[in-house]
């Protein structure tokens, strides 16, 4: 199984800070990371994939980028609705694997 | 609208069998792969099998091969997950989820159903 890792495991920050989150992966992996956000008693939302491509939907203060093991993920300008969880999550041959997840606080 | 509907969770013991069910709609049903993944309190979600479209291609995490198995029924637009060899670690909410992609590589999940919850305890 391909292996990821994320870190922090969790922060806080102010609004209106940028916020960024890595992930690495066990192997290379190309650009096939998406990332997630998961509220309390919610099922996770996908916000980018393939690394880098927005979600429909998506605000524009989410972005993605990197490839092969190294992937990071950035909130431009963090607002108070981006609380949550954040995860990482590979895809290769139907087979996934999640990073251990970004808890998100507001200070 | 997507509609993906677990049922078939529950209390057990271990060592003990369990079916999980997932009715779908809303969707082309056979044009999607299908994924479980399971989410145990106050944890991650955790990938445990996939199957493609056409249950060409059915893949599982390393925990549970052997005593898992995935299945889908196209006819009546159901995956199933059969469970057997239960353990204390097996314990979570299992939650049926809906690839944006047929099959392959898989691709990211687009819908997910509300879960179904799995107790292997004593």
């Known amino acids: 199984d391909i292996q990821m890792t994320q870190s922090p495991s969790s922060l806080s920050a102010s609004v209106g800070d940028r916020v960024t989150i890595t992930c690495q992966a066990s192997?290379?992996?190309?650009?096939?990371l998406n990332w997630y956000q998961q509220k309390p008693g919610k099922a996770p939302k996908v916000l980018i994939y393939d690394a880098s491509n927005f979600e429909a939907g998506v605000p524009s203060r989410f972005s993605g980028s990197g490839s092969g093991t190294d992937f990071t993920f950035t909130i431009s300008s963090l607002q108070p609705e981006d609380f949550g969880i954040y995860y990482c999550?590979?895809?290769?041959?139907?087979?996934?694997?999640f990073g251990q997840g970004t808890k998100l606080e507001l200070k | 609208e997507v509609q993906l509907v677990e049922s078939g969770g529950g209390l057990v013991q271990p060592g003990k069998s369990l079916r999980l069910s997932c009715a779908a709609s809303?969707?082309?049903?056979?044009?999607?792969?299908i994924h479980w993944v399971r989410q145990a309190p106050g944890k991650g979600p955790e990938w445990v099998s996939g199957i493609s479209w056409n249950s060409g291609r059915i893949t599982y995490v390393d925990s549970v091969m052997g005593r898992f198995t995935i299945s889908r029924d196209n006819a009546k637009n159901t995956v199933y997950l059969q469970m057997k060899s239960l353990r204390a670690d097996d314990t979570a909410m299992y939650y049926c989820?809906?690839?944006?992609?047929?099959?392959?590589?898989?691709?990211?999940?687009?819908?997910w159903g509300r879960g179904t919850l799995v107790i292997v305890s004593s």
């Open positions: 999550q590979q895809y290769d041959n139907l087979r996934f694997s």
């Open positions: 192997h290379d992996i190309g650009n096939h």
């Open positions: 989820a809906k690839d944006r992609a047929a099959g392959g590589d898989g691709w990211y999940v687009d819908h």
């Open positions: 809303g969707f082309t049903f056979d044009d999607h792969a």
